[in-house]
Every structure is written in structure tokens, then in C-alpha cells.
């Protein structure tokens, strides 16, 4: 049967949630755990990998295993084999169609930047940013990335071939001088959210204007927005689905 | 000249305040950076020993050298070699008679608890605690600690003679699911705070009820009272001072 969890973590504490042959990954802590507990090897994959100090609030994983163990006793179990960096909010069967990654329909990045005095605990959790800032015209730049667009100029890869993603939104809120991005898409390209945040902290700092950023999705050219915002302040922050993989606490039957 | 500097630190990354033999503490590191800075050893004196995983918001030090460093170049250059896990608010020049611990008039102590489903992102900066807890029981209970006691029961260290300590205030705020308790002394024994907390969080459990604190604190023992919260709950927040040790921008002469 398939398995589907809702994973938190902080990033911190790993190089990334993919496997890394000398680094501790997310991935790495959770195959380990399950093999502890079910006894044989098993391979999970995610939503989206995340880099090193990049957070998850809802990554979503899926494995397999022929064995049953009640969702909500696998998530008190596997909890504290995980504690404290990894925590798993919800597990459920799915039907066997689901993947984590090919099934998902959009996802929310969200991120967050901190303009008051620094704060070292906070360092690992957002971004401190201590130039002048215009949300105004932050506000206004966003506005271009929201539609369908060609992002070619905000994807690091050379590979991918089809960089067209659309945005079904994406918004900013401002409370006690912390600016929290939010922005739910199709798809994201590797780096995307961090280098389209840089742009609009740059926005905001008057070196570029609102329009500019027509002229640099237009452009198709990585190098007319050759910047990228700092992993601590990026949150996966939900994977949306079809509701028919909203999954059950009962084996689903094949 | 005498520097009084004001510290702000991310206790998860360090073995405590004071030097250790084998474990980095946030003395070491600073005395290390200031040896750099000033060319020479210097040893800096705190106004309070934090343990392990215990943050400050507003740890006071103070150290003296014969050079002469303008205070906001200093806390610049400072601020940059110990990024990002321990941050100096201010420096300023202060009398000789200055002693951060020794001319302390009372403390402020900061202790978070959630009763929010467990956020691994907030595992390192406060309890949380899942079992149902009555608030208003807690605030009955915090009244028998504030005046002048003997904390007998609430300190672990035999040693120490005077056990009389002065609360001046003890008060909770509740937001979205956080307790923050602060409490203002004359003064605390070892691990009193997080002895009080541990206590007041058994007085929301309902095994022990608020006149039980009463109870505790006559009988002078520590068996009574034998619980102790958390370190990552607990954050030194502010040290106070006799206004003459505010301290100045200009070297202060002898």
C-alpha cells in the first residue's frame, strides 16, 4: 500500500531533503527511521527538494510497504524516532496513483524577510534586510509575475527545457517589520521563489523599477536578474492535490 | 577603560555563557574575537551564567582594555566576527566601579511555552507542553511567588546560604497558543527560573494546586518542588543597572 505524509522541518539542521552521498539530508533521516520500524528498506519521494536551510511547514512525501501500520500509530512512532528537527503532521493511504511530485497541481512557497534590528535567533528563519525599502513599489513589481509567463530569466537550470510556469498568486504581508511572499504556482524551477524575491527586495531599494520586471520576464535571460535570496528564508509551505488523494486512515483496496 | 556591552545570543549553538573546557561557549567565542579585534587577551565578565540551549536577549558584559575603540566601530567589527548566532546590541564606556554581575539590581527572565501542535521550526526557542492546562490556576498560583521569600525549595545548589530572593513581579501573557511568563528579581539561584516554570505548568496540569505553592516555599526543601523546565524555553531578557552605569559614547575618565 502507499503511504502519503505531511512533513515539517527545519532546514537547518540538513544539507537539503535530498539524499546526499556525505551530508545528512531529510530524505536520509526518514528512510532510516521507516527501515527501523518496518524492518526493511524503504524509499520515500518528495514533493519538491528543498536546499540546505531551506524549511518545510507541509512537504509531502509518499512510499510503499506491504505492510499496514495504522497511519496514526506510524506518526506517533516514527515522530519520536525523528525528534525534534522532522516532524510528521498527517499520514494517509492513497491510492496507488499518487506520486508526491507528479500528482501535485500547485504548490506555496512562502518567504520571509525581517527589516528590524538583527536578531541571532532568529538568523536561520528569514532573511534580514537593512536597506530602505519601498513596499509600495514592491507591491507593484509584483504584479508582473502573477499570470502565465515565460520565466527563463529567473531559472538557474540551462537544462530545463519548458520554463513556462504560471502564478496563480502571489502576496505580501507586512506585520511588526516582518514581510512575508507568499506565491502558489504550478510550478517552480529550481531557485525560482529566492531569485524572484531578490528581485523585488531590489525593487524596493529603488534599483530597479516595478516595469522592470516586464522587461526582464520579456528579456528571457538569466542574466538581466542575476540575483538570489538567502535559503534560510524560504518555507515549502503546501503541496495542493486533487482531492481524491486527500487519503484515508483505511487501507485503500487496489 | 571599562566596555559594557549588551548581548543578544541563540543558546542551541552553544555549551552555556561561560567557558568550558571542551564545549564552545559564547565567553570563548567572544573573548577569542575580542583578542582578535584588540590584538591582546581579553577576558569579559557576565552579568549571568546561561546553560546550555538558554538564550539572552539582554545578557550584560563587561570587559576592560587600555585601547581605546569608538563603541559603534567596535560593535561593528565585533558584530561581524561573530555572525550569526550571537549579536552585541550596544557597547558603551561605563565607570570602573561597573561590575556587569556585582552592580546588577534586579533580572529579567523570559520563559516560552506553547501549547501549539509541535513545530520542529520552534523546537530550540520553547517549551511545548500537550497536556490540558488551566490558565487562570497558573495565574493563582504565580501570585504566591512574587515578594521577598526564602526560594529554598527552588534551589538545587546546597552550597549557597542566602536562599532569600526578592520576585518583584511574575506575569503571563497568552497569545495564539504561546505562554510567556517574566519574572523580575533581586536575584536567582541556579535554575530557579526554570524550577518556578516547571511548577507552575504542574499547578496547569492540576497535580499540585496554587496554595501548594505556599506550602512549598515554607517548607524549605527541594524534594518539594523536584521539577525543572526546559533550557530552550528560557531567555534572559534584561539586566538592570543604576542609571550612573547607562554608560557613554565617550571614553568615561578615571
Known amino acids: 500500500m502507499r503511504y502519503k505524509m505531511i512533513v515539517s522541518y527545519d532546514g537547518s539542521f540538513f544539507h537539503g531533503f535530498q539524499r546526499q552521498p556525505d551530508e545528512i539530508s531529510v530524505q536520509q533521516v526518514l528512510e532510516e527511521k ?17 536546499d540546505a536551510f531551506v524549511h518545510a511547514k507541509g512537504q509531502v512525501v509518499h512510499f510503499d510497504s506491504d505492510q499496514l501500520i495504522p497511519c496514526e500509530n506510524l ?9 525534534p528537527h522532522i516532524y510528521i503532521k498527517e499520514i494517509r493511504f492513497v ?4 506520486h508526491s511530485r507528479k500528482s501535485a497541481i500547485k504548490k506555496e512557497y512562502r518567504y520571509l524577510v525581517s ?3 538583527f536578531d541571532p535567533l532568529k538568523s536561520n528563519y528569514m532573511l534580514f534586510f537593512h536597506d530602505r525599502i519601498n513596499i509600495n ?9 502573477v499570470g502565465t509567463h515565460d520565466f527563463k530569466s529567473f531559472s538557474k537550470n540551462k537544462i530545463t527545457k519548458n520554463t513556462v510556469r504560471t502564478i496563480e498568486s502571489f502576496t505580501l504581508t507586512v506585520d511588526k517589520g516582518i514581510l512575508e511572499f507568499a506565491i502558489v504556482g504550478d510550478g517552480f524551477m529550481y531557485n525560482m521563489v ?35 535570496a538567502a535559503p534560510q528564508g524560504l518555507y515549502l509551505w503546501k503541496v495542493h492535490y486533487d482531492e481524491k488523494f486527500n487519503g484515508s486512515i483505511e487501507p485503500i483496496e487496489k
Open 34 to 50: 521507516l527501515a527501523i520500524i518496518f524492518k526493511t528498506k524503504i524509499v520515500i519521494h518528495g514533493a519538491g527538494r528543498t
Open 95 to 98: 491510492p496507488n496513483e499518487f
Open 115 to 117: 527589516i528590524n534590528e
Open 137 to 145: 513599489n514592491i507591491r507593484l513589481a509584483m504584479e508582473y509575475i
Open 75 to 83: 506518526r506517533k512512532v516514527l515522530n519520536k524516532h525523528i525528534f
Open 194 to 228: 529566492r531569485i524572484i524575491v531578490a528581485l523585488m527586495l531590489k525593487v524596493g531599494e529603488g534599483r530597479f523599477k516595478p516595469e522592470d520586471i516586464k522587461r526582464i520576464l520579456d528579456g528571457k535571460e538569466r542574466r538581466l536578474a542575476p540575483f538570489v
